[in-house]
């Protein structure tokens, strides 16, 4: 009987586990998403990028392409950091809600609480900032911005740069994404805190996160495994052109690695950072004057992927694209850096993104 039991259960093993199988599968896996990637960054003397692939915190694809450094011909490696741009406005939108949390602020207080001469400023709220549906005039559009770029600005100067210009429309009206409001965001949070932006994301966020190679972007500082930036001209490549990190401040002047992201990633979802409540706050869809709903939360977009839901956000400064979703359905998250303008990562990862939720939705077949 016992034996009869036995010769059973051996039959019906590989019907419940085929590792082999398995193993083929993750073959084919990373061989599609290796294709994926090689569409747009498939020259290995050109400059690269670095993609990671994870659920539930672990990672099941990493790797680098092309070169961190073409001068000195450096190949490029996972553990490269690389500047992040826009995606600074989630840890810019995480620090307001931490403000919050601690009883510093409310989201729904007038920015004339905080920056007294700011123009309408009793109409606007701190939660039209973080929505981009403020109207203020984004500082990247306006003619005058190359006068600055490359000067060192305090947070209450660049204010000053863009707050008497006319505004787009009133507050609530219209979502349209928007840099000035998440560098008055950035002054907001030095205000409140009184501790610079830079030291506050490393005290508050980096530091708890274990995120220790992500920094405030800097072109003098030392940034050890640094993936240098570049542009691509009519005659080939050129470094790319220097400006002042004070300028896009909060709204776009970190540095990060893969690794570092997926940190704050988990951070996130494990509440490290703020309460379930607060986080829920970044993470919800808003309404406009008109009732009409709009895709983005405080700091992410709210999109989805082939009728599963995501929160994504991409990012670009001279020299760099970087692009991350998230998938909170199956705990998926993709992260893909660029170190040349010419190569963007924005859907790539997406497709990587709809790849991977492809793959663990469709299941191992039996034999």
Same mark, same amino acid.
């Given at each position: 009987?016992?034996?009869?039991?036995?010769?059973?259960?051996?039959?019906?093993?590989?019907?419940?586990?085929?590792?082999?199988?398995?193993?083929?599968?993750?073959?084919?896996?990373?061989?599609?998403?290796?294709?994926?990637?090689?569409?747009?960054?498939?020259?290995?003397?050109?400059?690269? =990028?670095?993609?990671?692939?994870?659920?539930?915190?672990? #990672?099941?694809?990493?790797?680098?392409?092309?070169?961190?450094?073409?001068?000195?011909?450096?190949?490029?490696?996972? &553990?490269?950091?690389?500047?992040? =741009?826009?995606?600074?406005?989630?840890?810019?939108?995480?620090?307001?809600?931490?403000?919050?949390?601690?009883?510093?602020?409310?989201?729904?207080?007038?920015?004339?609480?905080?920056?007294? &001469?700011?123009?309408? =400023?009793?109409?606007?709220?701190?939660?039209?900032?973080?929505?981009?549906?403020? =109207?203020?005039?984004?500082?990247?559009?306006?003619?005058?911005?190359?006068?600055?770029?490359?000067?060192?600005? *305090?947070?209450? +100067?660049?204010?000053?740069?863009?707050?008497?210009?006319?505004?787009?429309?009133?507050?609530?009206?219209?979502?349209?994404?928007?840099?000035?409001?998440?560098?008055?965001?950035?002054?907001?949070?030095?205000?409140? #805190?009184?501790?610079?932006?830079?030291?506050?994301?490393?005290?508050?966020?980096?530091?708890?996160?274990?995120? %220790?190679?992500?920094?405030?972007?800097?072109?003098?500082?030392?940034?050890?495994?640094?993936?240098?930036?570049?542009? *691509?001209?009519?005659?080939?490549?050129?470094? *790319?052109?220097?400006?002042?990190?004070?300028?896009?401040?909060?709204?776009?002047?970190?540095?990060? %690695?893969?690794?570092?992201?997926?940190?704050?990633?988990?951070?996130?979802?494990?509440?490290?950072?703020?309460?379930?409540?607060?986080?829920?706050?970044?993470?919800? *869809?808003?309404?406009?004057?008109?009732?009409?709903?709009?895709?983005?939360?405080?700091?992410?977009?709210?999109?989805?992927?082939?009728?599963?839901?995501?929160?994504?956000?991409?990012?670009?400064?001279?020299?760099?694209?970087?692009?991350?979703?998230?998938?909170?359905?199956? &705990?998926?998250?993709?992260?893909?850096?660029?170190?040349?303008?010419?190569?963007?990562?924005?859907?790539?990862?997406?497709?990587?993104?709809? +790849?991977?939720?492809?793959?663990?939705?469709?299941?191992?077949?039996?034999?």
């Amino acid at each position: 009987m016992i034996l009869k039991k036995l010769t059973t259960v051996l039959v019906l093993l590989p019907l419940f586990c085929n590792p082999l199988n398995a193993q083929i599968r993750s073959k084919s896996y990373e061989k599609k998403i290796d294709s994926l990637i090689l569409t747009e960054f498939g020259n290995k003397n050109e400059p690269g =990028g670095v993609f990671l692939i994870s659920q539930k915190g672990k #990672s099941l694809y990493k790797k680098a392409f092309g070169k961190a450094n073409l001068e000195l011909d450096v190949n490029m490696t996972t &553990d490269n950091v690389f500047q992040i =741009g826009s995606m600074t406005k989630q840890f810019t939108a995480v620090a307001i809600l931490m403000l919050e949390q601690r009883g510093k602020l409310n989201v729904n207080d007038p920015v004339s609480k905080y920056i007294k &001469d700011f123009p309408n =400023g009793n109409q606007i709220t701190i939660h039209h900032l973080l929505t981009h549906t403020s =109207g203020i005039k984004d500082f990247t559009k306006m003619k005058s911005l190359s006068t600055i770029a490359q000067k060192e600005m *305090k947070p209450e +100067a660049m204010v000053d740069f863009f707050k008497n210009e006319p505004v787009d429309f009133a507050p609530g009206e219209k979502f349209d994404y928007n840099n000035s409001g998440y560098v008055m965001l950035g002054f907001i949070i030095e205000l409140v #805190s009184g501790d610079t932006y830079e030291n506050f994301i490393k005290t508050n966020i980096f530091d708890k996160a274990g995120m %220790t190679n992500s920094y405030y972007a800097s072109d003098r500082k030392i940034i050890p495994k640094r993936a240098y930036g570049y542009h *691509k001209k009519e005659q080939g490549f050129v470094n *790319k052109t220097i400006i002042s990190f004070s300028v896009p401040f909060s709204s776009g002047s970190l540095m990060s %690695t893969v690794d570092d992201m997926l940190k704050w990633q988990q951070a996130l979802n494990q509440n490290i950072l703020l309460n379930p409540e607060e986080t829920q706050k970044a993470f919800q *869809k808003y309404k406009l004057n008109s009732g009409e709903e709009f895709t983005y939360g405080y700091g992410w977009h709210l999109k989805d992927l082939n009728g599963t839901p995501d929160r994504e956000h991409g990012g670009s400064v001279f020299g760099f694209k970087s692009m991350g979703v998230y998938i909170p359905n199956e &705990d998926i998250y993709v992260i893909g850096f660029s170190n040349c303008d010419c190569h963007s990562p924005t859907e790539v990862t997406r497709n990587i993104a709809k +790849a991977t939720l492809s793959e663990i939705k469709v299941p191992i077949k039996r034999r």
